[in-house]
Protein backbone atom coordinates (compact mmCIF):
# COMPACT_ATOMS: atom_id res chain seq x y z
CA UNK A 1 0.00 0.00 0.00
CA UNK A 2 2.62 2.17 1.22
CA UNK A 3 5.25 1.45 -1.88
CA UNK A 4 4.37 4.65 -4.00
CA UNK A 5 7.77 3.63 -6.32
CA UNK A 6 6.09 0.02 -6.98
CA UNK A 7 9.73 -1.31 -7.08
CA UNK A 8 8.85 -3.89 -3.87
CA UNK A 9 10.63 -1.54 -1.44
CA UNK A 10 9.36 1.07 1.00
CA UNK A 11 12.59 3.83 0.97
CA UNK A 12 12.96 6.60 3.74
CA UNK A 13 10.17 8.90 1.43
CA UNK A 14 7.76 6.33 1.99
CA UNK A 15 8.11 5.33 5.16
CA UNK A 16 8.08 8.86 5.85
CA UNK A 17 4.58 9.51 4.51
CA UNK A 18 3.68 5.79 5.83
CA UNK A 19 4.19 6.63 9.72
CA UNK A 20 2.48 10.06 8.99
CA UNK A 21 -0.73 8.53 7.59
CA UNK A 22 -0.11 5.81 10.85
CA UNK A 23 -0.38 9.21 13.15
CA UNK A 24 3.16 8.56 14.32
CA UNK A 25 5.30 10.85 12.50
CA UNK A 26 8.80 10.74 12.64
CA UNK A 27 12.24 12.56 12.56
CA UNK A 28 14.17 12.17 9.47
CA UNK A 29 17.65 11.05 11.83
CA UNK A 30 14.24 9.10 13.29
CA UNK A 31 13.10 7.55 9.51
CA UNK A 32 17.08 6.43 8.82
CA UNK A 33 17.57 4.68 12.22
CA UNK A 34 14.37 2.53 12.00
CA UNK A 35 15.80 1.50 8.12
CA UNK A 36 19.18 0.97 9.92
CA UNK A 37 17.93 -1.31 11.96
CA UNK A 38 16.12 -3.73 10.10
CA UNK A 39 18.22 -2.98 7.00
CA UNK A 40 19.90 -6.37 6.01
CA UNK A 41 21.37 -5.32 3.33
CA UNK A 42 22.26 -2.65 3.39
CA UNK A 43 20.45 -0.57 0.70
CA UNK A 44 18.94 2.16 2.98
CA UNK A 45 15.39 0.55 1.51
CA UNK A 46 13.35 -1.87 3.27
CA UNK A 47 12.31 -4.93 1.24
CA UNK A 48 8.91 -7.34 2.39
CA UNK A 49 11.50 -9.61 4.19
CA UNK A 50 12.89 -6.85 6.11
CA UNK A 51 9.62 -5.00 7.00
CA UNK A 52 8.20 -8.55 8.50
CA UNK A 53 11.55 -8.51 10.44
CA UNK A 54 10.18 -5.17 12.34
CA UNK A 55 7.11 -7.46 13.74
CA UNK A 56 9.14 -10.22 14.65
CA UNK A 57 11.18 -8.09 16.62
CA UNK A 58 8.20 -6.99 18.24
CA UNK A 59 6.89 -9.97 19.18
CA UNK A 60 10.63 -10.89 20.87
CA UNK A 61 10.34 -7.90 22.19
CA UNK A 62 14.23 -6.78 21.03
CA UNK A 63 12.33 -3.23 20.09
CA UNK A 64 13.32 0.02 22.23
CA UNK A 65 9.96 1.14 23.49
CA UNK A 66 10.39 4.99 22.44
CA UNK A 67 11.70 3.54 18.60
CA UNK A 68 9.79 4.38 15.56
CA UNK A 69 9.96 0.84 15.04
CA UNK A 70 7.93 -0.02 18.18
CA UNK A 71 5.20 2.67 17.40
CA UNK A 72 4.77 1.04 13.34
CA UNK A 73 4.40 -2.25 15.64
CA UNK A 74 1.54 -1.13 17.76
CA UNK A 75 0.17 0.19 15.08
CA UNK A 76 -0.56 -2.42 13.49
CA UNK A 77 -1.81 -4.33 16.24
CA UNK A 78 -6.19 -4.18 16.09
CA UNK A 79 -8.81 -3.84 18.40
CA UNK A 80 -11.74 -5.88 17.90
CA UNK A 81 -14.17 -3.41 19.53
CA UNK A 82 -13.72 -1.00 16.79
CA UNK A 83 -13.05 -2.93 13.97
CA UNK A 84 -15.61 -5.74 14.46
CA UNK A 85 -15.19 -9.57 14.50
CA UNK A 86 -14.65 -9.09 10.63
CA UNK A 87 -11.76 -6.72 10.82
CA UNK A 88 -10.36 -8.67 13.44
CA UNK A 89 -10.57 -12.02 10.80
CA UNK A 90 -9.23 -9.92 7.52
CA UNK A 91 -6.09 -8.21 9.66
CA UNK A 92 -5.40 -12.14 11.50
CA UNK A 93 -5.92 -13.80 7.76
CA UNK A 94 -2.96 -11.14 6.40
CA UNK A 95 -0.63 -11.66 9.29
CA UNK A 96 -1.35 -15.91 8.92
CA UNK A 97 -0.08 -14.94 5.44
CA UNK A 98 2.82 -12.78 6.12
CA UNK A 99 3.94 -15.42 8.70
CA UNK A 100 3.80 -17.98 6.08
CA UNK A 101 5.60 -15.08 3.34
CA UNK A 102 8.61 -15.32 6.11
CA UNK A 103 8.49 -18.76 6.44
CA UNK A 104 9.29 -19.46 3.11
CA UNK A 105 12.00 -16.42 2.52
CA UNK A 106 13.57 -18.38 5.18
CA UNK A 107 13.27 -21.46 3.35
CA UNK A 108 14.90 -19.64 0.40
CA UNK A 109 17.53 -18.33 2.57
CA UNK A 110 18.85 -21.49 3.59
CA UNK A 111 18.67 -23.07 0.52
CA UNK A 112 21.07 -19.84 -0.99
CA UNK A 113 23.23 -20.73 2.22
CA UNK A 114 23.49 -24.68 1.08
CA UNK A 115 23.94 -23.81 -2.68
CA UNK A 116 26.59 -21.90 -1.46
CA UNK A 117 28.46 -23.98 0.27
CA UNK A 118 28.22 -26.56 -2.35
CA UNK A 119 29.62 -24.50 -4.49
CA UNK A 120 32.61 -23.43 -2.26
CA UNK A 121 33.53 -27.62 -1.85
CA UNK A 122 32.88 -27.93 -5.52
CA UNK A 123 35.93 -25.45 -5.96
CA UNK A 124 37.70 -26.61 -3.23
CA UNK A 125 37.96 -30.06 -4.93
CA UNK A 126 38.80 -28.69 -8.41
CA UNK A 127 41.63 -26.58 -6.84
CA UNK A 128 43.21 -29.99 -5.15
CA UNK A 129 42.62 -31.95 -8.42
CA UNK A 130 44.62 -29.01 -10.43
CA UNK A 131 47.05 -28.69 -7.67
CA UNK A 132 47.51 -32.55 -8.15
CA UNK A 133 47.55 -32.20 -11.89
CA UNK A 134 49.79 -29.24 -11.71
CA UNK A 135 52.18 -31.27 -9.10
CA UNK A 136 52.76 -34.21 -12.01
CA UNK A 137 54.13 -31.20 -14.25
CA UNK A 138 56.78 -29.65 -11.67
CA UNK A 139 58.04 -33.06 -10.98
Same mark, same amino acid.
Not at 57 to 71: I, P, R, T
Not at 93 to 100: G, L, V
Given at each position: ???????GFID???????????????????????IREV???????????????????????????????????????????? *??? #?? %??????? $? &??????? @?? !?????????? *??? #?? %??????? $? &??????? @?? !???
Amino acid at each position: RYDAGKDGFIDLMELKLMMEKLGAPQTHLGLKNMIREVDEDLDSKLSFREFLLIFRKAAAGELQEDSGLHALARLSEIDVST *EGV #KG %AKNFFEA $K &AQAINEA @SR !FEEEIKAEQE *EKK #KQ %AEELKQR $K &AAFKELQ @ST !FTQ
